[in-house]
């Protein structure tokens, strides 16, 4: 059974800082692209970040500049990097990740739980 667990929300105080983990486990052949996504209250889910399994990023204008995005494809974790927070940024954060288990031959997406990030002062 394939999880995605992620960590690293909290309460932080505008211009401030947090990174967000996220761990896939599980019977995982290989992972392909991997996400952040967040929801605000009464908003739809929105794609914050991506990385491709070679390394490549793209973002949402929103956060250019401000997030990075990284992973670690021998621990099967993506993670992102939150600078310079807004109060706008508050929401629940989750990640996606398109994945082969052992022993099938086509990917699917799962998600994660999600995390809590609150920008308050």
């Known amino acids: 059974q394939v999880q995605l667990v992620e960590s690293g929300g909290g309460l932080v105080q505008p211009g401030g800082s947090l990174r967000l983990s996220c761990t896939a486990s599980?019977?995982?052949?290989?992972?392909?692209?991997m996400r952040w996504y967040r929801q605000a209250p009464g908003k739809q889910r929105e794609l914050v970040a991506t990385?491709?399994?070679?390394?490549?990023?793209n973002y949402a204008d929103s956060v250019k500049g401000r997030f990075t995005i990284s992973r670690d494809n021998a621990k099967n974790t993506v993670y992102l990097q939150m600078n310079s927070l807004k109060p706008e940024d508050t929401a629940v954060y989750y990640c996606?990740?398109?994945?082969?288990?052992?022993?099938?031959?086509?990917?699917?997406?799962?998600w994660g739980q999600g995390t809590q990030v609150t920008v308050s002062s």
């Open positions: 990385i491709t399994s070679g390394g490549s990023a």
């Open positions: 599980g019977s995982i052949f290989t992972i392909n692209t």
């Open positions: 996606n990740s398109d994945l082969r288990e052992a022993g099938r031959t086509s990917y699917k997406t799962y």
